[in-house]
């Protein structure tokens, strides 16, 4: 097992989301994403009851398939302002030049989602439509704090990840074409999977810690 030399808050602070410097051209061993599931598999669970599912994508067809969902379903976010994150303003020079900058990577990785060589969709058994607050939050925590632990530990072997949802428009189109049981199964996330061009990530510029903390009340 080949692992970068991060500590665990170098690891919780670089791991970005990567579009640019993904390397589509060198294959992704099965055991390293098998590490990476294992690690997953440690994160809590809802009644200490696993219910996470992670579709790994190899298969060139496949994965063509799903970036041309991938593509269609960018398209249509692109036109909606103040959603499309090149609309979203940031509040000064610096911070939109960055805006702009994730907002090329995320173009890019439109044109390419098909491109990398291993594809992950994380899901969930149980399905979020029309269900109580408590539940779509206990569905969601199945596999959301377990998929991030995937990107954390695929980070520290030297892959990169990028969190997206937007297939989600045509959810059961892509579990159609992967065979996902749609009725009973959520997806939750489709993240390219691929050695990174480079290990070097930066830390991003975040508000500061009290702007979002409420002490003792809202
Ligand atoms: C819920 C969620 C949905 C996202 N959906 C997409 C997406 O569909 N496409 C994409 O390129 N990035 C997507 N992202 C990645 C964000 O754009 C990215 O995390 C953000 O720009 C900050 O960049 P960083 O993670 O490198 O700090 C998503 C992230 C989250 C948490």
Known sequence: MNMLDLNPDQLLTTTRAVRKRL??????????????????????????????????????????????IYRFCFTQYQSMDGTYLRTIDKGSDDANRVQQRSADSADFLADHM????????????????NVPGIVAASLAGNIVPAMWSFMLAAR????????????????EQTADVVGIPFETVQ?????????????????????EPDSIIHWDSW
């Open 23 to 68: 390397d589509f051209g060198r294959p992704v061993p099965d055991d390293v994403v098998r590490e990476c599931v294992s690690v997953a598999l440690q994160s809590p669970s809802g009644s200490n009851n696993p219910t996470m599912h992670y579709v790994v994508v190899r298969d060139a067809a496949k994965r063509r398939a799903i970036g041309d």
């Open 114 to 129: 098909g491109d990398a060589p291993v594809l992950v969709l994380a899901c969930t058994n149980g399905r979020m439509d």
């Open 156 to 171: 520290a072997r030297g892959l990169g990840t990028c969190w997206t949802t937007l297939h989600l428009m045509m959810e």
């Open 187 to 207: 997806q939750v996330c489709l993240s390219p999977l691929a050695y990174t061009l480079g290990t070097d990530f930066k830390v991003a510029a975040r508000p």
